[in-house]
């Protein structure tokens, strides 16, 4: 258990900033008093259902709605012939494709949006899909990334002028292929994997949905929206729909998770928006499970070919090539400049000679979507992919996994370190977390007892992953999207009572927003946290920004709330100076109260200079009164996190079950703002890590079936699948971020999978000859692998 | 949100009003019991009935008791029951090793042994339970009660002998002397469904296996019940190769199917190991030799 060292200031106390501090938001969340958007129910509202198809690819031959409008219950009935009237059937992806917003020619995977219901109630309008009759002619699917180039291959993708293949986008490189062919010509050792991440669901609890509500009187909209990205949203329905921005207003209840799956623009969104312009009520639409699990944004679904190279015991050289599964519709959500995301972080935490990557996407029979699920733009498939590589370059190198690492260590006087795919690495001291993971887990006594259980026929595995990521997505001279900067705002306004509200543009789902920005204004303005309200996720009472996800909270919009304090804080100093009648540069900062220099007695509480800023009392020459300030932050780099985890599994030698019997996490994450907050990021994303590495799958039969489509099927972990976390930290913080902190969201998910599967493997190397396996680690899989047939995943 | 289609719905007070309403509304009544299997399948339209009849007002259908040679369970006993039940433990154990492993405690609070037993599930673990440990099924109709044995209980997938204007009332196992019973499985996830499951039951009697029970779960289209292996084992001191030999011909006798637990090849390995396995722990007890 965690235990809480820093409890809120009592009124007399000296306020806190940074520490572990009980979370704001729990008061609600833990009575069961959060407000969900199932939950908001507006006057005269409405409720609409979707229709989606059983078929992966088919023709519709014809759509006939008559029975469902006939159901006395029903307002309207719309299908893609209504929304061309509006000039609605397609919308833009935030990749620059298209995608049918309801299905008119043809559909394309299973579970795509074919016709939207809109009745009185949820149960008429689900009895209604069931009444609406549509004559589809299924043709042959694709569901396998590696056979959608195949020259006999439907194509899928015919609506788009010119397309003659599937597929999806040019390729994409990163790298020096010279350089790249020549260190591995001087190379004497060299590995090759065929590696698969396969497609996996962020499967938040909370399911998407929308109310929107349209007011003919006004023009106005509002929008409720459990979203991570509301400004966004907002700026794409402007395009979209041709609606006015400035009368579009989104509202983001609490979210029950987002992990991705809540950034991109759905197509029952739209539909919901359309509906509620067209009847002049609200309209709440909401996804069921199954809706969430076969049609929103899935994760992953790399099939990556590696080659890596040693010299002298030494990692060299990486190359890797590597298949993108997009789906139907390109809408992978990542910055412009970025097909493959930031994919090519894939040299991971080695100081190379040289690298090459390639990324083909193609189109399948398969749901759009493609970087959610705490994944900080194909980082995690990027991590998985080199942390695997290094593991089977140890193998054929007889040498112990750490060891290699170890060798191969970008070293922290490299830093700053260009990596050989063009990302500037801030800060780090790799060797260091390695050597504190390892004294946690006992290293050398974890391997004597292995070698002791191999002798009695025992299965028991260690598994080591070192991870860096780059997160904070971004400086604006090189990442936006749609043409939107990645930047964030802050607002702060301190009441003349000393109480202040920041508003910032990143909406918090599970991450804790309330209580870590509260805590920087804390830190910088010497107030205490309670005194602080955060406001988020309304459109109309936040500053511009582009949101929540890729670990890009606390590295961006925690930035602009610590500048905007600064400001604050130099404009308090200035209002001090003149109160005490002296210069401001005669003035020192403690927490929470400017002095004189030299004169410990004389000073003003912020309190003090909030009351005056607001008072008839004159201010500085030139000065207007309030104490206020806003910012935009633009990052100059992004931050680089990283860290070292150890995995260690027994795996039953008849049944092939995986046990996690322990994870060890060390993180580097620079400064820890609340490291009861960061504890709790890691604990979720490693639990996580556990899913995706032994359960978690989206399967697809031949006719493209999704095979996944409730929690029967697509398994998430409980508690009893998770050992009891041992975490570590050690501290290197971001040079160039005011708080010096890094994001850390995303890094347990990124980083636990690849332990847990080399650990499999070391459970099952000697005895069994298993050199590879692919997630999920499942029983059935594990015993297949033993059997000498490890089969990749569907 | 996941919406059934529309029904009608009553809160029986008694059993023979339950069975009376059974009668009156023909094919389209389903009883409801926990709701555990009928709501899901109910919400995702797979199962449309026109009328409910809640019969979790019954408390007399709730409970486990001793009666002579007999240990009997009411049919609205909930998982939570059995796997609290001293008296259920003392005499089969495989019960609590069962109900550590079902589903979740929200569904074991609710979910009960007679809809487990009547949804006719060949993943259910219960089933496999019941059968292991000889239980007899207690149906009772408008003309009065009749009693079958497990095999004769589960027909087919989702089929059992309870038929039309029936419901199931009580669960029956003869209580016989040197018993010891053990359930195993193994799930790809904690509450998960079983990708196989292997109850036995054995009775020993100086020395020598008297009697055995052993039947499988979830490979096959029902419950399998191991007569062969039964055969082989009665009467022979248990031993180990013993039970390997009767786990051969579990992993020959079941048939299962492919599907995103397993393949056939692994199921069929699974009921070896799982069939040894419980075997050997069941004459463990037996012999109060637990480890
Ligand atoms: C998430 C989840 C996980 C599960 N995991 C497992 C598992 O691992 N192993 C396992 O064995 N089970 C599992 N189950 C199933 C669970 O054990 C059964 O759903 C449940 O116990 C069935 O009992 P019930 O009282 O809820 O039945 P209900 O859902 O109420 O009824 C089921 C069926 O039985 C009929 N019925 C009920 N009572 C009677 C009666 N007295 N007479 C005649 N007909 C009757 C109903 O009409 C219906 O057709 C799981 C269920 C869930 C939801």
């Known amino acids: 258990m965690a235990t809480v060292e820093n409890l809120p200031s009592a009124q007399t106390e000296r306020p806190i900033g940074f520490g572990r501090l009980k979370r704001k938001e729990d008061a609600r969340f833990i009575r069961g008093k959060g407000t969900y958007l199932d939950d908001i129910r507006l006057p005269g509202m409405v409720h609409g259902a979707m229709l989606r198809s059983p078929y992966a690819h088919a023709r519709i031959l014809s759509i006939d709605t008559s029975k469902a409008l006939a159901h006395p219950n029903v307002a309207a009935v719309v299908t893609a012939k209504d929304l061309e009237t509006l000039g609605l059937a397609w919308m833009p992806t935030i990749s620059y ?64 002028a010119g397309q003659r293949d599937n597929l999806a986008s040019p390729t994409w490189e990163a790298g020096d292929q010279a350089a790249t062919d020549r260190v591995f010509a001087e190379a004497d050792t ?78 029952g969104y739209v539909c919901a928006i359309a509906g509620s312009i067209v009847a002049g009520v609200p309209v709440k639409w909401v996804e069921n499970r199954d809706e969430n699990l076969i049609s929103t944004g899935f994760a992953r679904d790399y099939v990556m070919h590696s080659e890596m190279c040693a010299k002298n015991g ?28 930031f994919f090519h972080i894939v040299c991971g935490s080695y100081d190379l000679e040289a690298s090459h990557v390639k990324v083909k996407a193609v189109y399948t029979n398969k749901a759009p979507g493609g970087v959610a699920y705490r994944c900080s733009f194909r980082i995690t498939e990027a991590v998985y992919l080199v942390e695997r590589m290094v593991d089977a370059l140890a193998l054929e190198l007889k040498v112990d996994p750490i060891e290699l690492r170890m060798r191969s260590f970008i070293a922290p006087e490299q830093f700053p370190y260009e990596t050989t795919t063009g990302w500037t690495y801030d800060s780090g001291n790799y060797a260091e977390t390695m050597r504190v ?112 996800y890729g670990s890009r909270s606390t590295p961006v919009s925690g930035a602009a709330v610590a500048v905007v304090s600064r400001k604050v804080r130099d404009k308090a100093r200035l209002i001090a100076a003149t109160m005490l009648e002296t210069r401001p540069e005669d003035l020192a900062w403690e927490k929470g109260r400017w002095y004189v220099k030299g004169d410990l007695e004389k000073g003003a509480m912020i309190e003090e200079i909030a009351v005056r800023a607001y008072s008839g009392e004159p ?39 995986v046990t996690v019997r322990r994870f060890i996490a060390v993180d580097d994450c620079g400064v820890r703002i609340n490291p009861m907050v960061v504890d709790g990021q890691i604990h979720g994303g490693l639990a996580e890590g556990v899913g995706i590495a032994l359960m978690e799958v989206l399967t697809f039969d031949e006719e493209g079936n999704c095979l996944n489509s409730s929690f029967l099927n697509y398994l998430i972990p409980t508690a009893l699948e998770c050992p009891d976390f041992e975490l570590g930290e050690t501290v290197t913080p971001c040079p160039h971020h005011p708080l010096g ?54 | 949100m996941q919406t059934p289609a529309s029904f009608e719905y009553e809160r029986a007070t008694s059993v023979e009003g339950a069975i009376a309403s059974l009668q009156r509304l023909g094919s389209g009544a389903r009883i409801i019991a926990g709701g555990h299997s009928l709501l899901p399948m109910m919400k995702l339209r797979l199962a449309n009935p026109e009328h409910l009849i809640d019969i979790n007002d019954l408390a007399e259908l709730s409970y486990i008791r001793e009666q002579g040679d007999e240990l009997s369970i009411g049919a609205l006993t909930r998982h939570v029951e059995l796997e609290k039940s001293e008296l259920l433990a003392r005499h089969f154990p495989l019960f609590r090793d069962a109900e550590n492993v079902i589903a979740d405690p929200v569904v074991r609070n609710r979910g009960t042994i007679g809809g487990s037993l009547c949804q006719a599930d060949a993943a259910e673990d219960l089933s496999a339970v019941c059968s292991a440990v000889k239980a007899k099924a207690v149906i009772r109709g408008a003309g009065g009660e009749r009693v079958v044995g497990m095999e004769d209980f589960h027909i087919g997938p989702y089929v059992t002998a309870v038929g039309e204007g029936e419901m199931l009332t009580e669960v029956r196992i003869p209580l016989r002397p040197g018993g010891g019973s053990a359930h195993e499985k193994v799930e790809r996830r904690a509450g998960d469904w079983a990708i196989a499951a292997a109850s036995a039951a054995v009775w020993i009697e100086g020395g020598k296996i008297a009697d055995v029970g052993v039947a499988l779960g979830a490979v096959g289209p029902t419950t399998i019940h191991l007569s062969r292996a039964e055969e082989l084992l009665r009467g022979k001191a248990p031993s180990e190769g013993l039970f390997a030999q009767a786990g051969e011909i579990a992993s020959a006798d079941c048939s299962p199917s492919a599907d995103g637990r397993g393949p056939i090849d692994y199921k069929r390995h699974l009921a070896s190991v799982l069939t040894t396995r419980a075997l050997s722990r069941a004459t463990a007890r037996a012999l109060h030799q637990e480890a």
Not at chain 1, 493 to 499: A, E, L, M
Not at chain 1, 628 to 653: C, E, K, R
Not at chain 1, 761 to 772: E, F, N, S, Y
């Open chain 1, 97 to 160: 494709d298209t995608q049918a917003v309801l299905a008119g020619d043809k559909v394309r995977f299973q579970g795509q949006e074919v016709a939207f219901v809109i009745a009185t109630d949820e149960y008429s309008a689900n009895d209604a899909l069931q009444l609406i009759d549509v004559e589809y002619e299924p043709l042959p699917a694709i569901v396998n990334a590696r056979k959608a180039l195949d020259p006999d291959a439907p194509l899928i993708r015919d609506d788009k």
């Open chain 1, 619 to 657: 201010m500085p020459t030139g000065m207007e009164g309030g104490l206020d300030a806003q910012v935009i932050y633009d990052p100059p780099n992004l931050t680089y996190p990283y860290g070292a985890y150890i995995a260690v599994v027994d795996i039953d030698p008849d049944t092939g079950q």
């Open chain 1, 314 to 341: 030494k990692i060299t050289g990486l190359r890797v090539d590597v298949i993108a599964d997009h789906g139907a519709f390109d809408s992978t959500a990542q910055p412009t400049k970025f097909p493959a995301g």
């Open chain 1, 190 to 267: 060299v590995v090759k994997r065929d590696i698969i991440y396969p497609r996996c669901h962020p499967a938040p609890l909370e399911t998407c949905g929308m109310i929107a509500d349209f007011n003919p009187e006004t023009g106005q909209l509002d929008i409720y929206n459990g979203n991570q990205a509301p400004h966004a949203h907002r700026t794409v329905y402007a395009h979209v729909a041709g609606l006015a921005e400035h009368m579009i207003r989104i509202k983001c209840s609490d979210i029950g998770g987002g992990f991705g799956n809540k950034v991109p623009v759905y197509p």
């Open chain 1, 437 to 548: 993971a390892m004294d946690i887990a006992g290293y050398e006594d974890l391997r004597r007892e292995q070698a002791e259980k191999r002798a009695r026929g025992e299965l028991m595995g260690i598994g080591v992953s070192f991870f860096t990521e780059g997160v904070g997505a971004g400086p604006r001279k090189h990442m936006d999207i749609l043409g939107l900067a990645m930047n964030d705002g802050a607002d702060l306004r301190v009441h003349p009572s000393g109480k202040a509200v920041v508003s910032i543009s990143a909406q918090t789902q599970g991450q804790s927003h309330e209580t870590t920005f509260a805590q920087i204004v804390a830190e910088e303005l010497g107030i205490p946290p309670e005194d602080v309200e955060v406001r988020h996720g309304d459109t109309d009472r936040s500053p511009y920004g582009l949101g929540t």
């Open chain 1, 741 to 794: 902190a890094k994001g850390v969201g995303e890094s347990p998910n990124v980083g636990s999978p690849p332990a847990i599967v080399n650990a499999v493997i070391d459970a099952l190397h000697q005895t069994h000859g298993v050199d590879h396996i692919d997630m999920p680690c499942t029983p059935a899989r594990v015993w297949a692998a033993m059997q000498g047939r490890p089969e990749p995943p569907q």
